[in-house]
């Protein structure tokens, strides 16, 4: 079944004014339950755009979005914001972790912004960075964790409210080539352990090569690879 639907999606921006721009121009792609499929796009194609729209975080012209095979069309905001709390994890290129917060807090907030009670929390927490070998390091402040450690935090924290759909933009863009390949290895694991369907933009053709699927997105469309 689908876990992700995207069907005749439109974006433009300023629209009417001369620094209109026509980012999406009717994308369908759908993604199944379980599949990870990678989303190729050059700078400019709109693949933020469609990210945003995919994660309910930015609304289309036109079109139809629906997450587990429920229409998102026409919801209101507490709606979406439900679904994309409960149903949605993000990963982006610059990970936002907070500065002030543990590795391990980092993980556990998004649960107890969720209701869990703390020490269940802290638990799946602690469970999900000694998934990625990073329980070690749970006690230490993102600024005292390299690159490849923060990015690995910040797919434990988006898995960490156990989301049916990833989204993520670029997730080991900022790494070395040799630990981008590591983390990313680690994280598909992690996302087939936990049963997860995903949507991964990148620009690394090798990693992407390592999906279930590719679909290349170019000015607005979604194009044969
Ligand atoms: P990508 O992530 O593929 O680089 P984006 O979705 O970020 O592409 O942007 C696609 C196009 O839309 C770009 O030309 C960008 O400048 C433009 N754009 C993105 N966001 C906005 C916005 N909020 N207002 C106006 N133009 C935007
Ligand atoms: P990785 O290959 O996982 O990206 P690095 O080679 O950058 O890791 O770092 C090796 C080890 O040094 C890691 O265990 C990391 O936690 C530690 N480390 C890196 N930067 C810092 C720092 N600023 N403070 C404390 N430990 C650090």
Not at 40 to 46: C, K, R, V
Not at 97 to 124: G, I, K, M, Y
Request: hydrophobic fraction near 45%; proline fraction near 5%.
């Amino acid at each position: 079944s689908e876990m992700l639907g995207l069907s005749g999606i439109e974006k433009t921006y300023n629209a009417g004014k001369p620094s209109e721009v026509q980012v999406l121009r009717g994308v369908d792609l759908s993604v199944a339950r379980g599949e990870i499929v990678g989303l190729i796009a050059p700078s400019g194609a709109g693949k933020s755009t469609l990210l945003h729209i995919a994660g309910l975080l930015d609304v289309p012209d036109g079109g139809r979005v629906t997450i587990a095979g429920e229409d998102m069309t026409g919801l209101g905001d507490r709606r979406r914001t439900g679904v994309r709390r409960a149903g949605v994890g993000f990963i982006y290129q610059f990970h936002h972790l907070l500065p002030e917060f543990t590795a391990l807090d980092n993980v556990a907030l998004p649960q107890l912004a969720n209701a869990a009670p703390q020490a269940e929390a802290e638990a799946r927490a602690l469970a999900l960075l000694d998934k990625v070998g990073v329980a070690p390091r749970a006690g230490h402040r993102p600024a005292a964790l390299s690159g490849g450690e923060q990015q690995r935090v910040a797919f434990c924290r988006a898995l960490a409210n156990r989301p049916g759909l990833l989204l993520a933009d670029e997730p080991t863009g900022n790494l070395d080539p040799e630990t981008s390949d590591r983390v990313f290895d680690t994280l598909m694991g992690l996302a087939r352990e936990e049963g997860l369907s995903a949507l991964i933009a990148t620009h690394n053709l090798d990693l992407a090569a390592r999906m279930d699927r590719v679909l290349r997105l170019e000015a607005g469309r979604i194009v044969p690879v």
